[in-house]
C-alpha cells in the first residue's frame, strides 16, 4: 500500500510539473509587451526585385549606391518592386538617374512598396518627375532628412 501512495504522490507531483510548464513558458512573452512600442528595425539592406510582388531576380544594398548598373547583373531600371529595411529608421530616396541625377521616390523605414508601377518620381527637380517608378530607378541613397537630397 504504502508503495502505491508513493506512486500516487509521484504521479500527482508529475501532474503538476507538467501543468506548471505552460506557466513556466508563457512567463517569458510577457516581458514582450514592455517594448511593444519601440520601433522595429530591419536588417539594415535595402532591397528590390525585378518583378512586383518580391518575384523574380532580386538584389540588395547596405550602403547608398546611386548606380544600380554595376550590381546583380545590371539592377539600374529594372527593379518592379521594393523594401526599405533600414536598421536605423532611415529614409531611401530612389534616383531617375544615377548619381542621384533628376527627380526621385521617397520610401520610409520598414515600407515595402508590392508594384512600382503605382508609385511615382514625386521629389526634386522636373526631370523624371511624375514618372512611374518601374524599371526607372537607376539607384538609391540612405537619408536621415526624411526625402530631402
Ligand atoms: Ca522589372
Ligand atoms: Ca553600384
Redo the contacts with the bound molecule.
Keep these: 500500500m504504502k508503495t502505491i501512495r508513493n506512486l500516487m504522490a509521484g504521479a500527482a507531483v508529475t501532474a503538476a510539473l507538467l501543468a506548471g510548464l505552460p506557466t513556466a513558458a508563457h512567463a517569458q512573452p510577457a516581458a514582450a509587451p514592455a517594448r511593444a512600442g519601440a520601433q522595429l528595425l530591419g536588417d539594415g539592406y535595402f532591397y528590390a526585385w525585378d518583378l512586383p510582388y518580391k518575384s523574380g531576380a532580386s538584389c540588395r544594398?547596405f550602403n547608398s549606391?546611386?548606380?544600380?548598373?554595376?550590381?546583380c547583373g545590371n539592377f539600374r531600371n529594372r527593379a518592379s518592386s521594393v523594401q526599405n529595411n533600414s536598421s536605423q529608421g532611415n529614409y531611401a530616396n530612389l534616383y531617375y538617374h544615377p548619381d542621384g541625377g533628376g527627380a526621385w521616390a521617397c520610401i520610409a523605414p520598414g515600407d515595402y512598396w508590392d508594384n512600382l508601377a503605382n508609385y511615382y518620381f514625386t521629389w526634386g527637380p522636373a526631370d523624371g518627375k511624375n514618372k512611374s517608378t518601374n524599371n526607372e530607378i537607376a539607384?538609391f541613397r540612405w537619408t536621415t532628412t526624411q526625402c530631402g537630397r
Design positions: 544594398w549606391d546611386t548606380n544600380w548598373g554595376d550590381n539607384g
